[in-house]
Structures are given as C-alpha cells and as structure tokens.
C-alpha cells in the first residue's frame, strides 16, 4: 500500500483572451514529494498518414483542418475531389482567420476608446472592466458592420458545401464496389 | 516479475495508449473513456490594478476513485497483457515493449491515473494477481473553490482539442454520433410538445395512431436536425456552445450525416403520410423545409429569425393534434400559439448571454441587434402565455380548472420576464431560461389533467354504431338477394 502525493501538471497552451498561460491540465499522484511539472503537447500533424487526419480547433479561425490521406492509385475523380476539399477548406480557412482578426482588432479599439472615456480604474482603485451592457454597442454596430459580408459568405459556403455533396456520393459508391470486387 | 506502481505525466505516452485502448476491439468496456480530459484553467493573467490579485489556487474535485488493482502477466518479450480495476471497472490492456505504461482518465472526477510498470526479472506466463494497491489522496482544496471560479474553467471535452488525430469510423460509436447529429434532446421537446398535441385533440385514443405519429414526427425533426448541422459547419465551430458537434469534430462526414438526414426524412415522412395521415404529413415537410431553408440561412440576415424559429417549435403539437383527428381545430391553434409564445422566454434568455459569441460568429440575433427589443419580446410573452392559458376553455380545450391552476406557474414565468425585462443580467436571463425548460412540461402535464372530456367521442361511438347496424342490415339483404337470385 502506497500512499501518494499530489502533483500538479500544468500545461502551457495558448488561450483566446489571455494569450499564453499555463493550464492546469489534471492532477496526477507520484510517490515522492512533488513539484510541478510543465509539459508542451505539439499541434503538429503526425507524419504517418494511412488515413485522413483531423486537426485541433485552428487558433485563428476555430476550423478543424483535415489532412486529406492520399492513396497510392489516386483515380482523377478521386484527386480532382480532394483538392477542391482542400481548396474550400482553404476558402474557409481565410474568411474567417480574417474576420475574427478583424474582431479581435475591432473589440480591442473599443474596449481601449472606452475606458480611456470611463476612466481604467473603478473609484475604490480596482481596475476596471467593461460589462456586458457596456460592450453591447460593440457587438451591435460589429454585426450591423459585416452583416453583407456574411450574407456572401453564407451564400457561396452553401453553394460549395451542396455541390460537393454529389461528388462525394459518387466517390463512396464507387469506393464501395470496389471493395466488393 | 516485479511490478512497480508508480505514476508519471500524462506526456505523449497518454496519447499513445488511448489509441491503443480504442484500437483494441477486445476491450469490452468502451462506455469509460480514456479520451476525455478537463483542463482547467490554473492561473489567471496577473493583472495591473492593485488589489485585484487573485491567488492562483488549484481547482480540483475530491475524487470517488479510492484505490485500483493492478494484475499483469507477460506473454512474451514484445507485448504485455494488462487486467486493471479502476474503481468498478476493469480493463483489458495490451502494452508493447517499448511503452509500459497506461494512463486513465476519469472525466467526472478529473483524475489521472498512470500506472507505470518496470520491468525486472521476466518469468514467462506468470499471473500475477493483486499486484499492487494504491490509496488516492483526497483533494483538500475543495473549500477554496468558489462559483467565480468555476466560470473561469477552462473545459475541454476531449484531448483532440490540442491534439491531431486519424479518421475513423468506430461503429459502436455510431448511436452516439446519431443521437448528437439529431439534437436528441431537442428532438425529445419536439416529440414530447406533439404527443401533447395527440393526448388533447378531442378524440378517441388510439395508440398504434399515437406511437407512429410521435415516430414520424421524430424521425423528420431528426432530418431537420442533421441537415441544420451539415450546413451550419463553419458558423458552428466559432461558438463555444456548437464547437462540439459531431460534423464539427469530424467523427461523422458531410456525406454521411446528409446521409443519415434523408434516410430518416423520408422514413418519418411515409409513416405520417401512410399510417397517420397526409396533413400531419405536410405539417411535417413544411417545418422541415421552414426550419432548413428559412430559419438557418435567415439568422445571418435579419433578427425576425427568432419569430420564424418560433413559429417552427410551434407546428409539432399541431402535427400531434392533427395525428389524432385529421383537422386543425381552434384547440390546435391554440396549442401551437402557446408553444409560440413559449420560445421567446426561452430563446431571447438564451441569446443574452451569447452576445459576444453571435456577434464574432455573424449571426443577426436580436439581442444583439436590438437588445432592448429582447428584453421587451420575452417579457411580453410572459405575460401573453398567462392570456392564452386564461382562453383554453373558450376553444374547448381544457376545462376552467386549467386557467386556475395554470396560474402559478405562468405568474412565476411572467415575474422572472419582468425581472430579466428589468435586470437584463446575466443572473436574471438565466433565471429565466433555466425555468422556462420547467415550465413547458409542467404546463403541459397540467394541461393533459384538465382535459375537457368531449361529448363527441360518445356520439360518434353511436354514429359509427348505427353505421355498422345499418351495413350489417345491407349484407343481410344482399345475401338474401343473392340466394333468392341464385335460386331463382
């Protein structure tokens, strides 16, 4: 029978609001006195690809990237798909790395105009941060701002997402009865 | 061999070893998953204000796990069989030579468990049982955590959320990714809101007519579902609260979600059309369509969205109603427009606290629009469900009984509208939406009680009754037609 101590196992990570901080990622038990560890997992992609790979959340635009499995006989149907995959997964890739790029720029601006006009620090000396109700007007007059935009988006995401339904069908069919013979 | 117990960081090792605890079909227990980790946030970015320096403490849950059996044996030099008893489970694990180590992870209790084996003197095809047991300290800390800083945690669901990971189709997996591709718990308010429609339409029950309906009408809200997510991917994955959808995550591909979408659309749409009955059907197809190709594009466009919403979650009693007699009574109206009027409390409470999200994500949502119009919609709808309670009876749906006893209930829903109306914090908005996910099936339970009994249920039982004398009389004479034809 072992009696264990507590260890502390941070993680360093890269988080939306507070940029680089240290996570604590569980508790773990040792059996010697403990100290903490830190340890760095690694976003990139493993090098064995025997099938598709998914990725994390993208830091910039929260889109999980795929890494398409390229097979050794790729037919032309099935190469001309998985480049326009690659190709839309792009298109997506940018939109929204730029536009949450423009948020976060945006919101800084505002956040920044705002309290130089209220003043950084409440009366009793604590500093201070901006509400909900007090940021309501930025994500007011954001939305009103890229609503066209997003309305292009929207159309042109649903057109690619819809037409590259059939080519896919086709493929899977096709993959079928191949497996079959 | 002696086994050492002993534990280490959940480095790449943890990796390594959940896959092979999935990739092993021989592992029985696949309800305990060793994928799902909570990180929680340790320490707060030290900001520059004096006096506002929080103490970076630990965060932690006393844990359930008390102690764990480990038994190994060696097969040969290359791999390592391991039975493990983690709590009241038990696993079976195959570790290679290079990798003798296996880490748990217990999502409700945070825990993470690495067992370490050494290898030392190796007899070939010895058991080893009990090998070692091991007492978890209980964490200490647990007064120190407060409400504020549980908001501040950090959560992640699962480890793919830092790491990359292979497309698989696990198939046992599959139930699991169709109920979430189907918003099961959506899909189930939908069902229940329709069998409500079936058990108040005036008349008589009949429960073959009332499991295919609540069926149908589940298999096409599940269509509807999937077919929202297939096309809500990009918008999805911005949002904390929809970043964990299955299309999202990859567990499931475009193809066989839209796959999945149309198999269960069209099943739900041949039942209602072939055993219930073709308005319920067209109800059906109509708020399928409204919810797909109205709603979803319009959230980007315009904040009437959330009437259009409304206007879908108030269509599955009607279907139900329509299940049970064929016609839209002003009974059926009526139940829609409650369930209308319940949406608003519900959805604009929600909405509040989004805010950031629905802006970032380009959504037209009125409470970032027009928040003062959120405010003033919700409590509205409060008040006006107190209204439409008040004239159930009118429309022959419940007797007087209902109004009183509804009354309650829908006051409290009017008093935490005016309060969100007045506050319009994110206290009050929750308040508000937590109550209304009460309310709805209180209300309806209520409702169902105080039922009218319907007269008309006995007449047709007659009509019918003098139907059948009269055709049996009819065969009567036919048959003695026939036998006096034939004899003649």
């Not at chain 2, 990714?177 to 069902?191: A, D, E, F, N, P």
Request: overall charge positive.
């Amino acid at each position: 029978m072992h009696n264990l101590y507590l260890r502390r196992v941070l993680l360093t990570c890269y988080n939306k609001t507070h940029g680089v901080v240290n996570v604590q990622i569980c508790r773990s038990y040792c059996d010697r006195q403990p100290k903490t560890d830190q340890i760095q997992l690694s976003r990139k992609s493993p090098k064995t690809e025997r099938r598709d790979q998914i990725g994390p959340p993208d830091v910039k635009s929260n889109l999980r990237h795929v890494k398409f499995h390229v097979p050794e006989n790729e037919t032309a149907s099935e190469r001309a798909f998985r480049e326009r995959m690659e190709e839309i997964q792009q298109w997506n890739q940018d939109f929204w790395e730029n536009h949450n790029n423009l948020y976060r720029k945006a919101k800084k601006e505002y956040v920044a105009a705002k309290l130089d006009q209220l003043g950084h620090f409440h009366d009793d000396g604590t500093k201070r941060n901006l509400s909900p109700d007090e940021m309501a007007d930025f994500y007011r007059e954001f939305s009103i701002e890229n609503r066209n935009k997003h309305i292009r988006y929207n159309k042109e995401w649903y057109k690619m997402n819809i037409l590259s339904l059939w080519p896919a069908l086709k493929l899977a069919t096709s993959q079928i009865f191949k497996a079959k013979t | 061999m002696v086994l050492r117990c002993g534990f280490r960081l959940p480095c790449w090792h943890l990796m390594k070893h959940t896959r092979l605890l999935h990739s092993k079909p021989t592992q029985k227990h696949n309800n305990v998953s060793v994928f799902k980790a909570v990180y929680r946030k340790f320490a707060t970015k030290p900001s520059k204000g004096p006096g506002s320096v929080k103490p970076p403490i630990e965060v932690m849950k006393t844990s359930k796990v008390t102690s764990h059996d480990v038994t190994a044996r060696e097969l040969d030099h290359e791999t390592i069989d391991v039975g493990l008893r983690v709590g009241e489970k038990q696993f079976q694990v195959t570790l290679e030579n290079k990798d003798q180590d296996v880490s748990f992870f217990i999502p409700k209790t945070n825990d993470l468990i690495t067992v370490k084996f050494k290898k030392a003197d190796v007899v070939q095809n010895e058991v080893l049982e009990n090998v070692a047991e091991v007492n978890v300290p209980h964490s200490q800390d647990k007064q120190n955590e407060t409400s504020e800083k549980k908001e501040d945690d950090l959560t992640l669901d699962s480890i793919d959320e830092r790491m990359w990971r292979e497309r698989t189709q696990d198939w046992k997996k599959l139930p699991d990714i169709y109920m979430k591709l189907s918003k099961i718990r959506l899909t189930g308010l939908v069902v229940v809101t329709s069998m409500a429609g079936f058990g108040m339409a005036p008349a008589p029950f009949d429960p073959a007519l009332f499991l295919l309906g609540s069926l149908g009408t589940a298999l096409m809200s599940c269509s509807a579902n999937a077919t929202n997510q297939y096309l809500e991917v990009p918008f999805d994955s911005q949002m904390n609260r929809t970043k964990n959808r299955p299309i999202v995550r990859g567990s499931i591909s475009p193809l066989h979600a839209m796959t999945f979408a149309t198999v269960s659309g069209v099943t739900g749409f041949t039942i209602l059309t072939c055993a219930v009955n073709p308005l319920t059907a067209a109800l059906g197809t109509f708020n399928l369509l409204l919810y797909t190709c109205v709603y979803t594009p319009l959230k980007r466009m315009h904040i009437v969205n959330t009437w259009v919403g409304s206007i879908v979650g108030a269509i599955p009693p009607m279907m139900g109603w329509a299940a049970c007699c064929g016609q839209l009574d002003p009974g059926a109206w009526l139940l829609g427009a409650i369930l209308y009027a319940w949406q608003f409390p519900h959805f604009n409470a929600l909405s509040w606290n989004l805010r950031a999200d629905y802006s970032r994500g380009g959504y037209q949502m009125m409470s970032v629009i027009n928040p003062d119009l959120c405010k003033r919609v919700a409590a509205r709808y409060c008040v006006g469900m107190i209204g439409l309670c008040s004239i159930a009876p009118l429309a022959d749906l419940t007797t007087w009984m209902f109004v009183i006893d509804s009354l309650p209930l829908n006051g409290y829903l009017a008093y935490l509208g005016y309060r969100f109306y007045r506050d319009a914090d994110s206290k009050s908005s929750r308040k508000l939406f937590r109550f209304s996910l009460i309310h709805i099936p209180v209300l309806i339970i209520l409702m169902l009680l105080s039922k009218k009994p319907h007269k008309q249920d006995t007449t047709i039982v007659k009509k019918s009754g003098i139907q059948e004398n009269t055709v049996a009389k009819n065969q009567q004479l036919t048959l003695e037609n026939t036998g006096e034809k034939s004899k003649s």
